[in-house]
């Protein structure tokens, strides 16, 4: 089967930056790249996508960043969860297991809608 590169969905790449942010701080390049190597590569997220949601996020509070150097003595900004990302990131984490099994549900229906209500 040929692997593609999923879009990450709209109000999925939030709940994705936090997960990916609750192991420690983290620059958006590793940010990125830790999403791509976690998901076997179907997910990449452009750095047209990944910084508005960094930039986004810290305005919400969720999330905080410093400045320091990274892995090739860089000048990067590193990210971190606040509190309240903490707490955004737990409820987004129910809510989209929630989600998940609903679609599960609907995935492995062995009846179609017709069979229901008549």
Excluded: F
């Excluded at 930056?17 to 452009?46: F, N, P």
């Excluded at 990944?50 to 892995?71: C, F, H, N, Q, T």
């Excluded at 990210?79 to 990131?89: F, I, K, N, Q, S």
């Amino acid at each position: 089967m040929q692997k593609q590169s999923l879009d990450v969905v709209r109000g999925t790449l939030d709940v994705i930056i936090l997960k990916t942010l609750s192991w420690g701080a983290l620059h958006g390049y590793a940010i990125a790249q830790w999403i791509r190597q976690q998901t076997d590569e179907a997910i990449l997220v452009e750095e047209g996508a990944l910084y508005p949601a960094l930039y986004r996020m810290e305005d919400k509070g969720w999330i905080e960043a410093e400045w320091g150097l990274s892995e090739n003595n860089r000048r990067a900004k590193y990210y971190h969860l606040t509190p309240a990302g903490h707490e955004r990131l737990a409820s987004e984490t129910r809510t989209w297991e929630h989600y998940a099994a609903a679609i599960a549900k609907i995935l492995s229906a062995t009846r179609g809608a017709q069979a229901v209500g008549h």
